[in-house]
């Protein structure tokens, strides 16, 4: 059955209810006058806002028969309010929110009016039920301000709390059909029918950026355009470099492809063709994809409003309301266990480019109490160990590759091409190299890490110990497989011993700038961390804490790495986009560290090797280990890599049990007999 023939089938039984809440939010559009004057432009403009998704819905229905001009004029109504200075007066804003509303109706009804916009990406996938379900929870609450006295603020949080708590089955069972069933894919149709080279209207751009109900910006248009500048044999070529790494992390990992069936594909709006390559690659892999909505994505209307919106169930999160979510992902994982091991893991097309984001700190954004954030952490741990239990991550692989969006600058083409460079490096060269590295980083006790100039970092990072030289390494020779480009060796430190200052001057991590970011080891663990992006040191500590430190109280640090890609480092400096890189193509820039997890999470059983044969065994430190009998100890649901640029490097060194130094890079340039290739680009 095709997506749509599978949606109609679920909308059975839904038509009376869905059209008897569809009645309801006309009569509210057109009469708000049974509610308070307080609240009755929030209420108009909310209602308004739902008959403009249906008809958007009607619109999808359609959107063959439609001009691009007028599937264009949808998008950006259906984005207008969040865009720009339009946020500064939008409901969606919690500043705004609370002046207009008032501190008690405020934080709920902003939480409303944003779950409101989750019916767009209903619409445009033909999901009756949730846009019913979401029109419902309007009127109920409308309905409660009409006759508003002091029981109505609670009976808001209670209304959105059971909201939440109600239909999570629901919202989890829709998830995980869609990462396992490849009939549940409603960019499916997209990918293999839409007319990927055809513009049927100038100004609007290629009709079936559209049809997804994403925002569609410039990026998203000149994406698609210059994809579709580019020959078969190139888009092949660019598709086969993501499946063939997909491929060798099955071959490289020693595991079995032939038992998978599906593959979960993730991109940006734009790299349509790319993906349709990839799809027929993957078919001869005997993989059929997968796409969810949270796995294909386009430009942010609003960063602020992503930043401002990310606790929003602080509102009323509870205990009960996070076991219930376990107990619907649960559901959901049993409902689809058959196809869940036949799963053969994600391949991510990510884009780079956009301009560095600061955020800006805002008192009326929701944020998690100290209990709340001990409930979110124990519930990211349990729905981990939850997936893996169904996925059998030991029995999956990935591959991720990374390019430039227009908004990089007026170099787009070029970088892109440079970037096509980067990722096709010669793997032989590096294998090479990265041994030389290995060779003497696996006779070490402890490796040494020094800042220069600007850069404070003094850090010590302790080593595993070998057991048997002739046959085991401490670090993996990263290669373009899974981790594309090439680029990196890796360990998972000792924490004991682990011990000093880590310091970047600037530094983006998932998009969000951080200035002097200073980290302070013992043990392994952050004992201290601060910035300077806040003149107030607790809203530096607390931007810290909420986005590298998971909501945690420490961190250990849980990979140590030297990167080896300075032909990306080059490019980077050429043309002035060090900020924008991604973390995959960063992380390859310098030495880095990541706190959190080690690279093997729930993986450490499953044995690897290098290209020299012998096996990588590093991959615990003395907190991961609790696995084997404290599981709810060992891991934290996050790996932030922080990484030191060769401009900022003074010096790495190698010390062995007798004390001997090694020096493998000093101010900036690789000095052990055998790297020296790696300096070339950084010359040039």
Do not use: W
Not at 22 to 27: K, L, N
Not at 90 to 116: F, H, I, Q
Not at 415 to 424: G, L, Q, R, S, Y
Not at 670 to 677: N, S, W
């Amino acid at each position: 059955m095709s997506y749509m023939e599978v949606i109609k089938e679920e909308n059975k039984g839904m038509e009376e209810r869905y059209e008897l809440a569809t009645s309801r939010i006309q009569e509210i559009a057109a009469d708000v006058g049974s509610v308070g004057a307080s609240y009755q432009e929030y209420f108009k403009k909310a209602a308004d806002f739902l008959l403009l998704t249906e008809k958007a819905a009607k619109m999808t229905e359609a959107r063959e028969k439609t001009e691009g001009a007028k599937l264009k004029e949808m998008n950006e109504a259906l984005y207008e309010d969040i865009r720009n200075e339009a946020y500064e007066t939008s409901y969606t804003n919690p500043s705004y929110a609370n002046e207009r509303l008032g501190k008690d109706y405020g934080p709920a009804l902003c939480v409303l009016y944003t779950l409101l916009r989750k019916n767009i990406a209903y619409a445009y996938e033909g999901l009756m039920a949730e846009r019913t379900f979401t029109m419902e929870l309007f009127i109920e609450i409308f309905n409660l301000f009409e006759d508003e006295d002091e029981t109505t603020v609670q009976a808001v949080k209670s209304a959105l709390y059971y909201f939440d708590s109600d239909y999570t089955e629901v919202r989890c069972r829709e998830n995980t059909k869609r990462l396992f069933l490849p009939e549940y894919g409603f960019a499916t149709a997209i990918i293999k029918d839409a007319d990927l080279t055809k513009e049927s209207c100038e100004a609007a751009g290629p009709d079936y950026l559209y049809y997804y109900g994403e925002l569609v910006t410039e990026n998203e248009i000149k994406t698609a355009r210059y994809l579709n500048s580019l020959s078969k044999e190139k888009i092949e070529a660019l598709a086969r470099t993501y499946t063939e790494g997909f491929r060798l992390g099955f071959v490289n990992g020693r595991l079995d492809l032939s038992i998978k069936n599906t593959v979960e594909i993730r991109y940006h709006l734009g790299f349509e063709r790319i993906v349709r390559a990839a799809v027929e690659q993957f078919s001869e892999l005997g993989l059929c994809p997968t796409f969810r909505r949270t796995a294909i994505v386009s430009s942010r209307a609003n960063r602020q409003y992503d930043y401002d919106h990310r606790y929003d169930d602080a509102l009323y999160l509870d205990k009960a309301l996070a076991d219930r979510r376990i107990s619907g992902m649960t559901a959901a994982y049993e409902e689809v266990k058959e196809a869940a091991g036949k799963f053969a893991g994600p391949a991510l097309i990510e884009v780079f480019g956009e301009q560095p984001f600061a955020p800006k700190a805002k008192e009326e954004a929701l944020s998690y109490n100290e209990k709340q954030q001990k409930l979110m952490v124990d519930y990211r741990r349990n729905a981990s160990i939850l997936g893996n239990k169904y996925i059998k991550m030991e029995e999956t692989s990935f591959t991720i590759i990374a390019y430039p969006i227009p908004e990089i600058g007026d170099n787009f083409n070029e970088i892109f091409d440079e970037t096509v460079k980067v990722n096709t490096l010669d793997m032989d060269l590096y294998r090479d190299i990265q041994q030389k590295l290995i060779d003497v980083l696996d006779q070490g006790e402890y490796v040494h890490i020094l800042g220069m100039g600007k850069n404070h970092t003094n850090l010590k990072v302790a080593l595993q110990k070998l057991s048997d030289p002739e046959k085991e390494t401490l670090f993996e020779n990263c290669l373009a497989d899974v981790n594309i480009p090439v680029g990196e060796v890796f360990t998972s430190p000792r924490l004991s011993g682990t011990n000093g200052v880590l310091h970047v001057s600037e530094v983006y991590l998932r998009e969000l700038k951080y200035l002097d970011l200073e980290l302070t080891f013992e043990d392994g663990k952050i004992a201290d961390y601060t910035c300077k992006n806040f003149s107030e040191e607790a809203e530096n500590k607390k931007f810290i804490k909420e986005n590298i430190m998971n909501q945690q109280e420490t961190l250990p640090i849980g990979e140590f790495a030297i990167g080896t890609n300075t032909t990306a480092y080059a490019m980077a400096r050429k043309y002035g986009i060090s900020g924008k890189l991604p973390i995959l193509i960063a992380e390859k820039t310098g030495p880095h560290f990541a706190v959190g997890d080690t690279c093997f999470r729930m993986q450490e059983e499953v044995k690897t090797f290098g290209p020299d044969g012998k096996e990588m065994v590093a991959k615990d430190n003395e907190i991961s280990i609790l696995r084997k009998t404290e599981i709810e100890k060992a891991y934290f649901n996050c790996h932030t890599d922080i990484t030191i640029p060769y401009d900022e490097l003074g010096e790495i060194s190698v010390y062995d049990k007798n004390g001997i130094r090694t020096i493998l890079i000093k101010d900036g340039r690789f000095v052990l007999p055998g790297t020296e290739e790696l300096n070339k680009a950084l010359d040039a």
